[in-house]
């Protein structure tokens, strides 16, 4: 097995909106804001060669959308998808697999493109399943008016028309053991119906894809809760078993949002888990 990490660009959010009722004076501290009050946030992905499969963990938001809707989220950078693929050898036509943690737009949008009149929408990744899981799909397609705006119709719908999609099941516990795609996934309600965080074991270490149940190092501490999050008390007894668990094992956390920090770890302090150390992909696995 390979794991590469692939960048396909940033963008910006609101910083209270992504820190909840946490004070700026606070979260700015590791999220610096600019004048408008928006942090820099990743849009890193993960891509996965083992044996005949090339898996993709999430892809970003894609190109597809309108001028006025990116105007929403400032997005910079001069990374891609496709630019990053070609730097380790690969092509969008080579991914078999593409796993959705969950359907918001900055996780999902990737997936489905114009077709080259422009006139509908077609799979990016036309050799590849398309992952999600039954519960969350159906929360997606009939969303709730708090998630409405990050459900896109034209990033879900045509991955069911194009019949590639596929669920992995959900295990009666939060932790699913040997998924179809050869990883373990643990199961998260908080931030959104049935989010899927995969665990890989990795050159004899437990690397850990984090979407959004962490999506920065700043919001390690348990209070540090997202707006966005339709459950937040949920979300933090969620942080609360996993941070532990990370900490107690010495997990290698892979954080899709982080605009500085590819992977942290964690350690147990009188204040609760917190930071331990921060590192580039490539310091930690060759």
Not at 73 to 78: A, D, H, L, N, S
Not at 106 to 121: A, F, L, V
Not at 231 to 245: C, G, H, S, V
Request: with cysteine; aromatic share 12%; hydrophobic share 35%.
């Amino acid at each position: 097995m390979k794991v590469y990490p692939i960048e396909t660009g940033n963008f910006k959010l609101d910083g209270g909106a992504m820190f909840g009722v946490v004070p700026k004076v606070i979260w700015q501290k590791t999220n610096p804001a600019d004048a408008n009050n928006l942090i820099d946030m990743s849009l890193r992905c993960m891509l996965i060669e083992d044996g005949k499969r090339l898996i993709l963990i999430d892809n970003g938001t894609g190109n597809k959308q309108s001028e006025k809707f990116f105007g929403y989220y400032f997005p910079f950078g001069e990374e891609n998808l496709d630019s990053s693929l070609k730097k380790h050898g690969f092509h969008r036509d080579d991914i078999t697999d593409v796993f959705l943690t969950h359907l918001h737009f900055d996780h999902c949008g990737g997936s489905i493109q114009w077709n080259k009149s422009r006139t509908g929408y077609e799979p990016a990744f036309k050799n590849a399943k398309f992952w999600s899981n039954q519960n969350h799909w159906a929360w997606a397609t009939e969303p709730n008016p708090r998630e409405k705006a990050s459900f896109l119709t034209e990033n879900i719908h045509p991955i069911e028309a194009s019949g590639q999609l596929h669920h992995v099941p959900l295990p009666k516990e939060e932790l699913l053991k040997g998924s179809p795609l050869g990883f373990d996934i643990l199961f998260a309600d908080g931030h959104t119906e049935k989010q899927m965080i995969p665990h890989l074991n990795y050159q004899g270490k437990t690397l850990v894809f984090m979407a959004d149940l962490l999506p920065t190092v700043g919001h390690i501490p348990l209070p540090y809760v997202m707006s966005y999050d339709v459950r937040p008390l949920i979300t933090m007894d969620e942080k609360a078993r996993f941070l532990n668990r990370a900490a107690d094992k010495r997990y290698y956390l892979f954080l899709e949002h982080d605009a500085k920090n590819e992977i942290c770890t964690l350690k147990h302090t009188e204040k609760g888990v917190r930071l331990d150390q921060t590192y580039r992909f490539d310091e930690i696995f060759n």
